[in-house]
């Protein structure tokens, strides 16, 4: 990564480059040749040529020097400000730097003062970062250069206390995804790869932040507002620069008191709370900066697209990427060429299940940067969720050759190889990850699992050990169980030689035994419908709480494209409604339940691909799912449909609207039926005003055949899928039986609920049917047990 000295030296040899009649300025003329040289695999038009000159000459209009054109500073900015990548371009015009420099060692006795020190460094604009010297967002007063010449000598001592003790410690990052954030108003290379972690709880530390306040203080008193301001500002540069930055925000917030309407304060106070994870504050300052820069008119606007991709990037750490969308969009507007919010958008567009769009925006920032192996990253897992592998696995290899220790890539890729049933290739990327990263729990399981489907059982066992050691979860416990019963067992994996070790029954060859045991096909649906209320976690989102949003939420009434009221809202702002049903999530399991909700729900509710949704409709789709009593979701569910503007005022609903929900319903829960059913009304619909009470909509969404009958069975796997059966395993899949136990009553085997909703038995029990009873625990396993027994000693010998 360039450091900022020779950047600013290749952009002056390119700004040289162009500068044809050397007059200090690039003219339309020079500017037009520059882009076009830049962009050599890019066919401009000359509409889109006239376009990118008038954006560049407007939005840096105070650097445009009359006739002359953009000044070396002007051109500066504009990759400050992330419109191109300075390497990328250097390289592409083939210019070489040539530097002299002369490096002067200073010599001189050591003395405890500050003063002293200062003497000895006299030269400290040549010494103090480059951003004191920027012309905008540098140092202006005088005083202040003393100031931060000062702190530069505080932080030394510092880090020589530290570094002497062992305290001061630092972790390299580049084996991750970069954030893509901008970290500064201009190039996001300020901070280094290797973050440094400061002992800031001892006598060393607690020295150091009373001398600053001394320092502080000085600026304080400085003769003017704008000093003051001037001074404050600088401190926290110095102190972000050499992440300190808890003492950072400080000295930024002490900005924004003194210059509130200012946007640089409150985009690097923004950039210090996102740093520390506090990810709410960092959106607050953000917002601020935004107001600020669009209120300041054309001083402010080139900044606007990184405040946009930051606020974006603290969105995300909220877990509100639906919002962070819309924010990475619009940056990528307003600077077309901002290569990193068009990565970010389509890193966020994949988040929420939108794929094929991720697939254009990470292909878009490629194109401008081709280097860009997080880019890279991102595509081949968005290509892979669109089932294109082989192109998957080159992207995911360019990123890896970009970036060899890439872990996300690695893993990603290991993903992919799993998938694809390469589990000897799946392994080598699993083990390359844990090199990077040894405590990698999740690449130790997987390389567990690689190894088992590679038939390498000793290498698995040891492997899900290593992971065991690593983290305590159930499910690393069940893996080594299940190992166990392979062993003891000897089952060979179906479709291997020999006798398979399961053979797939048709429905009608499963029976049942009571009343109570499921169905076959209904459990399969409810599982399905039981996962995604896992994913989503709605189901502990109690009904209550839906109610409530419904009674407080004031949504305006809007009209869609057929002329009908309804209440909708963008998806954006439905992300915050979930967010307050679901505020007791983390925001990455946030992430998570709002990607299962657009892919299942949203996208069906939002056909036409508009981004607004029916929020009444949402409310009553979701409802049947949400945590609390039956009867209440199924009230809740009617309530909802009153609640929109068609019904609103009545105590009934539109039959039609009734019919509508029902196959809505069946469309996003029961996917077998297929999305043809949403053209099918059951019943006759002879009046389109003809309206349903309660009792009636009842008796519809109850309905085995049409309606969403299903629900007994989902209920019951709510209350029952935690139980576990002893030492009871499934006799197909080995697993511990965790739910409900299905006993063959002839051959006595037990299936698991995966297996019996798949109709799956075990090979060595052919029969010419199967009849199965449910046990929910093994309370009524022995329950039943004891009452046959009770009835053959009555039998009597």
């Not at 500064?184 to 709880?201: A, H, Y």
């Not at 405590?439 to 698995?460: I, M, P, Y």
Request: net charge negative; charged share 30%.
């Amino acid at each position: 990564m360039a450091t900022r000295g020779s950047r600013s030296e290749k952009v002056k040899r390119i700004f040289q480059q162009f500068d044809a009649n050397r007059d200090g300025g690039l003219n339309r003329d020079e500017m037009e040749a520059l882009v076009v040289a830049v962009n050599p695999r890019v066919k401009f038009s000359e509409e889109q040529i006239n376009a990118i000159l008038d954006e560049v000459f407007r939005t840096y209009g105070e650097f445009i020097d009359g006739e002359k054109g953009l000044t070396y500073e002007g051109l500066l900015r504009t990759y400050d400000d992330g419109a191109g990548d300075v390497d990328r371009d250097f390289d592409a015009l083939e210019l070489e730097l040539n530097l002299e420099e002369n490096i002067k060692g200073i010599s001189g006795a050591s003395s405890s003062s500050i003063a002293d020190e200062r003497a000895i460094e006299s030269q400290k604009k040549q010494r103090t970062a480059a951003w004191a010297v920027s012309p905008n967002h540098g140092i202006v007063f005088d005083d202040t250069w003393k100031i931060v010449d000062d702190l530069e000598i505080l932080i030394k001592r510092l880090k020589a206390k530290q570094a002497k003790d062992g305290k001061l410690k630092g972790d390299n990052f580049d084996a991750y995804s970069d954030a893509g954030w901008s970290r500064e108003l201009g190039p996001s290379t300020e901070i280094s790869d290797k973050r440094v972690f400061w002992e800031e709880s001892g006598h060393d530390y607690a020295l150091f932040v009373k001398e600053l306040g001394v320092l502080r203080s000085r600026a304080d008193g400085a003769r003017s507002r704008e000093e003051a301001f001037d001074g404050h500002m600088a401190i926290g540069r110095a102190l972000y620069e050499h992440q300190l930055f808890r003492e950072a925000l400080v000295s930024f917030k002490r900005a924004c008191e003194l210059q509130p309407v200012d946007v640089r304060p409150h985009f690097r106070t923004g950039n210090c709370y996102y740093v520390l994870g506090k990810y709410m504050e960092a959106k607050e300052e953000f917002l601020l900066a935004q107001e600020a820069a669009e209120a300041g008119g054309n001083q402010w606007a080139y900044l606007l697209p990184q405040i946009y991709v930051n606020l974006g990037i603290a969105l995300e750490g909220e877990g509100m990427v639906l919002s962070a969308c819309e924010y990475y969009r619009e940056a990528a507007i307003l600077c077309p060429t901002h290569f990193r919010a068009l990565k970010l958008l389509g890193s966020a567009l994949f988040g929420v299940g939108e794929y094929r769009a991720a697939v254009k925006a990470l292909e878009e920032a490629i194109f401008m940067k081709a280097d860009y192996a997080d880019a890279y990253c991102d595509l081949g897992s968005a290509l892979h969720a669109i089932c294109e592998d082989e192109r998957a696995i080159e992207v995911f290899q360019k990123a890896i050759d970009l970036k060899p220790g890439h872990v996300d890539a690695l893993y990603n890729l290991g993903g992919l190889y799993m998938d694809l049933g390469r589990f000897p290739r799946a392994s080598e990327m699993y083990t390359r990850v844990l090199a990077v990263w040894p405590n990698h729990w999740r690449a130790q399981l997987n390389k567990a699992v690689s190894l088992l489907g590679a038939g390498e059982t000793e290498d698995a066992k040891k492997a899900l050990k290593e992971a065991l050691k690593m983290t305590n979860r159930v499910e690393l416990h069940d893996a080594i169980s299940h190992l166990k019963q392979l062993q003891k067992k000897k089952v060979k994996s179906n479709g291997g030689n020999g006798e398979e070790a399961f053979v797939t029954v048709e429905p009608s060859k499963f029976k049942t035994v009571g009343e109570n045991t499921m169905l076959r096909p209904d459990l399969a649906n409810a599982l399905q419908i039981r996962a995604f209320q896992r994913i989503t976690r709605l189901g502990r989102c109690h009904i209550d709480l839906l109610m409530k949003e419904m009674l407080d939420g004031d949504v305006p009434v809007s009209y869609s494209g057929s002329g009908v009221p309804e209440k909708s809202i963008r998806k954006p702002k439905l992300e915050e409604v979930l967010r307050r049903l679901l505020s007791f999530l983390k925001p990455e399991t946030f992430q998570g339940a709002v990607k299962a909700i657009n892919e299942r729900i949203l996208s069906v509710l939002d056909e036409a691909g508009s981004g607004r949704v029916d929020l009444g409709m949402f409310f009553a789709v979701v409802a049947p799912i949400c945590g609390g009593p039956p009867d209440k979701r199924k009230r809740v569910a009617f309530d909802a449909l009153l609640w929109r503007p068609v019904n609103e005022g009545i105590s009934q609903i539109k039959k039609v609207d009734a019919a509508r929900y029902i196959n809505l319903l069946r469309v996003i829960y029961v996917p077998s039926h297929g999305v043809s059913e949403m053209m099918e009304v059951h019943g006759e619909m002879d009046a389109s005003n003809s309206l349903v009470s309660y009792t009636e909509f009842l008796v519809m969404f109850d309905d085995p055949d049409w309606g969403f009958g299903i629900m007994p069975t989902l209920l019951k796997l709510e209350t029952r899928d935690r139980n576990r059966h002893g030492q009871h395993v499934c006799s197909v899949c080995r697993y511990p039986i965790i739910g409900s136990r299905f006993k063959e009553m002839k051959s006595y085997f037990s299936l698991c609920n995966q297996c019996y909703s798949e109709g799956k038995v075990p090979s060595t029990y052919k029969q010419e049917e199967y009849r199965f009873k449910e046990y929910g625990s093994e309370a009524e396993a022995m329950r039943d047990k004891c009452m046959c027994f009770n009835m053959q000693s009555r039998k009597g010998p």
